[in-house]
């Protein structure tokens, strides 16, 4: 059974650092792997998905990285914002119908 | 194009009540997928559907709970005699028709089904 960590389970930056986060998947036989944020009180938005047969995705401020023989993926932050703040979660898709989410890094961004 | 839509955003009951949790996938979308997160835990798979068909139950307790979406309307999640461990955010995700493994989920903003 597919089993996702992600570490840490909280951080707090600075505004302006870079970070990363961090998510790894015990079954590497992934069709894709996806990055979501959530607000507290609110549903998912979809930030980065990649594929199985890529390894990184680049949208704005956020590059998300997949190594699945591994299996780990990143989710690095560039220049963060007080607005950034919020519980990051990973999820990887091993099945038609079926997505393994991670507990989720809760982000802090210090103004 | 309205997103996934889910109503009631919280929901009380009572022990012993019944519960009952509504979806509206996206437009154009008829794969629908029921998602539980507990206090501090990740999000756990509940059931995936089609128009008028279960695929997977796999992740529902087989006790009390059901779900169901019909040709017309919205998916229901159906929570019979609750109990406060039922007490956690529901979300709801679709997918178009078509299933493509490397088309992402979009979710809703869940319910939050608090039991007394």
């Known amino acids: 059974k597919q089993e996702v960590t992600q570490i840490p389970a909280a951080l707090s930056v600075p505004e302006g650092e870079n970070l990363v986060l961090n998510c790894s998947f015990t079954d590497s036989a992934i069709y894709n792997l996806q990055w979501f944020r959530q607000d507290p009180g609110k549903g998912l938005t979809s930030l980065l998905l990649i594929q199985s047969s890529q390894r990184e995705q680049t949208s704005g401020r956020l590059n998300a990285s997949l190594d699945k023989s591994s299996g780990r993926s990143t989710l690095y932050i560039a220049a963060s914002q007080p607005g950034d703040s919020a519980t990051y979660l990973c999820a990887a898709k091993t099945g038609a119908n079926n997505l393994f989410f991670g507990t989720g890094t809760r982000l802090t961004v210090i103004p | ?116």
């Not at chain 2, 992402?104 to 939050?112: A, E, K, V």
């Open chain 2, 1 to 116: 194009n309205a997103g996934v839509m889910q109503n009631p955003r919280h929901l009380v009951r009572r022990r012993g009540q019944e519960a009952r949790l509504r979806c509206s996938p996206m437009k154009g979308h008829s794969h629908v997928y029921w998602y539980r997160q507990l206090p501090e835990e990740g999000l756990k798979f509940m059931v995936y559907l089609q128009k008028e068909n279960i695929i997977d139950e796999s992740g529902m307790p087989k006790e009390r709970f059901s779900a169901e979406f019909p040709k017309e309307g919205p998916s229901i999640l159906r929570i019979q005699q609750v109990v406060r461990g039922d007490s956690a955010a529901y979300f709801c995700a679709s997918s178009p028709d078509r299933i493509k493994n490397n088309s992402p989920l979009h979710f809703g903003n869940g319910t939050r089904l608090t039991v007394t």
